[in-house]
T-cell receptor, first 111, second 112 residues
Framework: AQSVTQPDIHITVSEGASLELRCNYSYGATPYLFWYVQSPGQGLQLLLKYFSGDTLVQGIKGFEAEFKRSQSSFNLRKPSVHWSDAAEYFCAVDSGNMLTFGGGTRLMVKP | NAGVTQTPKFRVLKTGQSMTLLCAQDMNHEYMYWYRQDPGMGLRLIHYSVGEGTTAKGEVPDGYNVSRLKKQNFLLGLESAAPSQTSVYFC???????????FGPGTRLTVL
């Protein structure tokens, strides 16, 4: 069965610092992978997705993610974090008719 | 174009009461989903639909029923609410499998 693991429940970074959020997945076939962001009290917004092709994908708000098949990973990165990036981030894998989500990583940004 | 809307936004129930959550989308999407979100567990799929008149079970379907009588609406029902169903419920839609899902704003349900 498919699964998604986000090892870091909470991460705190200083504004302007770089960010990497980890995501590992387990899925037998070639995965469709997603990163979503959820601001407090809001629904989920898609940041970026990987279906095939170039393993480095660009998303909105300056985020990017790299698909590494050998490591079953799809880590999210941003070179310089802004205070408005404070939110919860979810990695997800499409496994047929449904998405399987990781437990989420809550990002806090220090001034 | 409102996207995905959910009604109501908040609800408090007593154990044993029933209720229906309504999800509506105006994007003509075939696929619709109901998730519940609990702290530290991400989103878990309750039920989904791949088209009008169809429904299927997700990861955590027990205690819930759904109906998709019209393409634009997907209803989630709780026949006899339990405290374990206290959660935030999200509806989503997508034009096809494997494509991005569009999420509603959520419904916060508390069962006392």
């Amino acid at each position: 069965a498919q699964s998604v693991t986000q090892p870091d429940i909470h991460i705190t970074v200083s504004e302007g610092a770089s960010l990497e959020l980890r995501c590992n997945y387990s899925y037998g076939a070639t995965p469709y992978l997603f990163w979503y962001v959820q601001s407090p009290g809001q629904g989920l917004q898609l940041l970026l997705k990987y279906f095939s092709g170039d393993t480095l994908v660009q998303g909105i708000k300056g985020f990017e993610a790299e698909f590494k098949r050998s490591q079953s990973s799809f880590n999210l990165r941003k070179p310089s974090v802004h205070w408005s990036d404070a939110a919860e981030y979810f990695c997800a894998v499409d496994s047929g008719n449904m998405l399987t989500f990781g437990g989420g990583t809550r990002l806090m940004v220090k001034p | 174009n409102a996207g995905v809307t959910q009604t109501p936004k908040f609800r408090v129930l007593k154990t044993g009461q029933s209720m229906t959550l309504l999800c509506a989308q105006d994007m003509n999407h075939e696929y619709m989903y109901w998730y519940r979100q609990d702290p530290g567990m991400g989103l878990r799929l309750i039920h989904y639909s791949v088209g009008e008149g169809t429904t299927a079970k997700g990861e955590v379907p027990d205690g819930y029923n759904v109906s998709r009588l019209k393409k634009q609406n997907f209803l989630l029902g709780l026949e006899s609410a339990a405290p374990s169903q206290t959660s935030v419920y999200f509806c989503a839609s997508s034009p096809d499998r494997g494509l991005m899902q569009f999420f509603g704003p959520g419904t916060r349900l508390t069962v006392l």
